[in-house]
């Protein structure tokens, strides 16, 4: 069965640093979304993207934040300048064409920002 | 604008007990709604969704939810718990915008905790 698949699984980094988190949707899947979810906290929408532009972002994903789909696969969530508050679990999504399609979630990149 | 509101961040049920999650939603336009669940330090995995067909859905697991328009509510149900249903359980509310892309806005979650 298809998935979504997320690297790195965990990612340390330094405040400050720079992070890139990236993702592999689903083969034939055209939209992909970011959330979050800070520890005990509930999963947040961060971005919608389709056809190589932002179709929705959230007030959380501020100028630090940017996404690109650099190939045919990959997708990834970039952040400029690691701040504390930036440590959560980072879950790539993606879903197919047509109305009610659920959105599939890959397994999440924890990020520690020390 | 949508949301949706899960009551009780944590139930406790017996095992072989009947599971009882509650979930309200609100939304301007016909919701798609969807319970998810996540295992610990697991990524999220659909249960089952509503999209305006039949009102009482069926899913994995032995799950079931049943969407109520005159309540708005979306209430996931187990007839007996086993121990491995203890998780986390995020009931979910998604619109689809004209651009073709979805929003999914998530409740604050519920822990199942199963007692033996």
């Known amino acids: 069965e298809p998935e979504v698949t997320q690297t790195p699984s965990h990612q340390v980094t330094q405040m400050g640093q720079e992070v890139i988190l990236r993702c592999v949707p689903i083969s034939n899947h055209l939209y992909f979304y970011w959330y979050r979810q800070i520890l005990g906290q509930k999963v947040e929408f961060l971005v919608s993207?389709?056809?190589?532009?932002?179709?929705?972002k959230s007030e959380i994903f501020d100028d630090q934040f940017s996404v690109e789909r650099p190939d045919g696969s990959n997708f990834t969530l970039k952040i400029r300048s690691t701040k504390l508050e930036d440590s959560a679990m980072y879950f790539c999504?993606?879903?197919?064409?047509?109305?009610?399609?659920?959105?599939?979630f890959g397994p999440g990149t924890r990020l520690t920002v020390l | 604008a949508q949301s949706v509101t899960q009551l009780g961040s944590h139930v406790s049920v017996s095992e072989g007990a009947l599971v009882l999650l509650r979930c309200n939603y609100s939304?301007?336009?016909?919701?798609?709604l969807f319970w998810y669940v996540q295992y610990p330090n697991q990524g999220l995995q659909l249960l089952l969704k509503?999209?305006?067909?039949?009102?009482l859905v069926k899913g994995i697991n032995g799950f079931e939810a049943e969407f109520k328009k005159s309540e708005t509510s979306f209430h996931l149900t187990k007839p007996s718990a086993h121990m491995s249903d203890a998780a986390e359980y995020f009931c979910a509310v998604s619109s689809s915008y004209s651009g073709g892309y979805q929003k999914v806005t998530f409740g604050t979650g519920t822990k199942l905790q199963v007692i033996p």
């Open positions: 509503y999209t305006s067909a039949a009102t």
């Open positions: 939304s301007s336009v016909p919701p798609y």
């Open positions: 993207f389709y056809n190589n532009e932002i179709s929705e």
């Open positions: 999504a993606s879903s197919g064409q047509g109305t009610g399609n659920e959105q599939f």
